[in-house]
């Protein structure tokens, strides 16, 4: 037992925290254990350099390591390099919640490393991951001078058989239908990650609401709890200065620009307003005000006057109702030979999104921290190119928030979908973005599903919500642009159809979010979802899946047994039937159940129907050398063709027969012939050689 650790009792948790036996010349440090899992995490802030910029400087880095559960890192370099999605996805989990907690003009680098050194198996990684990096920083000796230390904590949220579960074990989170993880402050919530699971295609507004609240109080606990145990604990604090930078040229922004810049945030076209904004400042440098001093104080101006516009006349920038959603046009199946397309354009954000199907084979294998390797066949892929917003970049690999967003629609999606054998990879490539780029995705995910005759339980929609408050007077935005999203308090992504949520994700710029306002977003939410089903639905009328492009697939059993006779030695029978008939093929080796994936009706015919000769009990001793016969041409290949033999099997009648010319080609030398008059040459086991006698 660590007698340098306090336990704290969390409801179904027990955690311990060691603030000081380890990675002391940090700023702040804590061995975080739970049953048998053991997380480091350790805190650093550059006390004595400031950067310049309008953003808080924090980075988040969470690291599984391969020995914690005692294995080798996979793949060929035996060391743990580029992170994983779980790695990146948690690290951004943190980073989201702990990101409110330090204020506007807080200019010193922080860096948070949170590493997993042991785990059991059973822990709630994601969970454990928070709690130590918010206690690192709790105790940490980062202070901010006239500011009091804020504890953060969460809860992670099951609903199996009607019954709402606080912090689920694993085997409960398996049978649950919902995934709420939710993290926040006291009783002010500041970040929300939902999605439904186990095929329950979407949950009520009242039932989300419902645990949301029990969420909040949960925390609201656990905050207090938390607070009383870790206090003790707390370094002397650096107290830190905030960064205030001057604005000179506020005033005479106020004074002699104020329809000038009213004028460039209403404009319509993204690239018109930088255009204005540019004009703007060029005129502020002329009359004498540095060009940095310039930008701040107008982007300071710009937010309070978009703010002002939305609270006191109720109108937003681009002329919108607070509730009203952007012009919709839906193109759908717009590359003719992908599986299924669909381009979604929302005002001036535009997202091309492509659905693929394909085999077992092409699913994701992914390795979570001490299981067995699994597979994903249900795959969403974000990308977000720099010519979406302008901007003359390079396109480079996929970064965090490319990986999140996708991550968001795939969980939108997930649940709506019907059991199937295929594999399905969605692509969002986002050619245009002002604002609500994952959401426009999700619309167009699910229309391009649908363009490929995939069998969904419902279509789902998504939309971004907006916030912007003062005192106690609020307003909610309806599908939100980049600028409310830049210069709002909230960033709320919800999706789900009519009925209700299928995954909803929130994120709070500065302090928390009321119960009264999380409510009148969903329902401000849900009736917008209305509006852009109804339109997706209009645009789906007609629309055929291309079954010319599509690929074939069919199932059938066979007997346990026989799939030895299809696998054959080293696998070589299975090899060749896909290489003989281009196909996939799975085998469902406990069902006894086959699994063919064809580009073309004819080779996913041709190969089932040589897997079912080959499981037919076909007696080989009927045929011996020197036996002739005509038989049906089944398969012409490269190398030779394959004829289907009298009493069942078939025989192969190969191209060294006639020519030693590496040129020609079978299908030269048969022609256009059905069958072929052919003598036995050997019989080796159920391999039959044959000659043609007819050529």
Same mark, same amino acid.
């Given at each position: ?200 295609? !979407?949950?009520?507004? %009242?039932? #989300? &609401?419902?645990? $949301?609240?029990? @969420? ?108 009203? !959603?952007?012009?919709? %046009?839906? #193109? &759908?199946?717009? $590359?003719?030979? @992908? ?114 005759? #995939? ?5 789902? @929609? ?234």
């Amino acid at each position: 037992m660590n007698h340098n650790a306090v336990c704290v009792e969390l409801q179904n948790l027990s955690e311990s925290y060691d603030f000081r036996s380890v990675a002391q010349a940090s700023n702040g440090s804590v061995l975080y254990a739970s049953g048998g899992t053991r997380i480091l995490a350790s805190v650093c802030v550059q006390s004595k350099k400031v950067v310049e910029g309008d953003f808080i400087p924090l980075s988040v880095q969470y690291i599984q390591k391969a020995y914690a559960c005692g294995k080798f890192p996979s793949g060929f370099i035996k060391r743990e390099g580029k992170p994983n999605d779980f790695e990146i996805l948690t690290s951004r989990l943190i980073d989201r919640s702990l990101r409110p907690l330090f204020p506007k003009g807080f200019a010193y680098v922080t860096h948070i490393v949170v590493m997993v050194l042991s785990y059991d198996g059973k822990s709630d990684l994601a969970l454990g991951a928070l709690h130590a990096a918010a206690s690192a920083l709790y105790v940490s000796n980062i202070g901010i001078k006239g500011m009091p230390k804020m504890c953060v904590s969460a809860v992670r949220l099951g609903f199996v058989d009607e019954t709402f579960i606080i912090n689920p074990t694993k085997e409960q989170r398996a049978q649950s239908t919902l995934d709420l993880f939710v993290s926040g402050k006291d009783d002010e919530l500041l970040m929300i990650e939902m999605n439904t699971d186990n095929h329950t295609s !979407v949950l009520t507004e %009242s039932v #989300v &609401m419902e645990a $949301l609240e029990i @969420a909040k109080e949960r925390i609201k606990k656990d905050c207090a709890c938390f607070k009383e145990a870790f206090t003790p604990f707390i370094k002397p604090s650096l107290e830190l200065v905030l960064q205030e930078q001057d604005s000179k040229a506020l005033e005479f922004l106020q004074n002699s620009c104020a329809q000038l810049v009213k004028n460039a945030i209403t404009q319509a076209s993204k690239s018109e307003r930088a255009d204005f904004f540019d004009e703007i400042i060029a005129y502020l440098v002329a009359q004498g005000y540095e060009e940095e001093d310039a930008k701040y104080s107008l982007s300071v101006y710009k937010k309070s006057l978009m703010r002002e516009m939305v609270l006191q006349d109720r109108m937003r920038a681009d002329g919108r109702k607070l509730d009203e !959603v952007r012009p919709i %046009s839906i #193109v &759908m199946n717009p $590359l003719p030979y @992908a599986h299924g397309s669909a381009l979604f354009t929302r005002g001036q954000t535009q997202a091309l999104v492509i659905c693929t199907i394909g085999g077992d084979n092409d699913a994701q294998s992914i390795e979570p921290l001490g299981e067995a390797v699994k597979k994903d066949k249900f795959l969403f892929h974000y990308n977000f190119p720099s010519f979406s917003v302008g901007e003359a970049d390079m396109i480079g690999s996929v970064g965090r928030r490319e990986l999140g967003h996708g991550n968001l629609a795939r969980k939108a999606l997930r649940s709506s979908l019907k059991d199937s054998q295929s594999s399905i990879r969605l692509v969002s490539e986002i050619l245009e973005s002002n604002g609500s780029s994952s959401m426009a995705s999700v619309c167009g995910g699910s229309l391009a599903l649908q363009a490929c005759g #995939v069998q969904m339980h419902t279509l789902i @929609a998504g939309v971004a919500m907006g916030l912007v408050t003062q005192g106690e007077q609020y307003a909610i935005l309806t599908d939100i642009t980049g600028l409310e999203d830049h210069d709002g308090d909230m960033d709320f992504k919800v999706a789900g159809n009519e009925e209700g949520i299928s995954a909803l994700q929130m994120d709070i710029k500065l302090g928390g979010i009321s119960s009264e306002i999380l409510h009148d977003a969903l329902m401000q939410a849900k009736k917008a979802r209305a509006h852009i089903l109804h339109l997706m639905r209009e645009a789906l009328q007609g629309v055929e899946p291309n079954y010319d492009v599509l690929p074939k697939a069919t199932t059938f059993p066979v007997s346990v047994h026989k799939m030895v006779d299809i696998i054959g030695q080293g696998g070589k029978t299975i090899k060749g039937i896909i290489e003989r008939f281009n196909v996939s093929i799975d085998l469902d080796r406990e069902q006894g159940n086959v699994h063919i994936h064809a580009n073309t009706k004819e080779d996913l015919q041709g190969a089932k129907q040589y897997i079912l000769d080959l499981v037919r009990d076909v007696d080989f001793a009927k045929y011996h050398s020197g036996m002739q016969f005509s038989g049906k041409i089944k398969k012409v290949m490269d190398f030779g063709a394959f004829v289907e033999l009298p009493h069942g099997g078939d025989g192969l009648l190969h191209i060294s027969k006639y020519t030693s010319d590496k040129s020609k080609k079978m299908s030269e030398i048969l022609g256009q012939r059905q069958e072929i008059q052919c003598e036995i040459v050997s019989v080796n086991g159920q391999k039959v050689e044959l000659r043609a006698i007819d050529l």
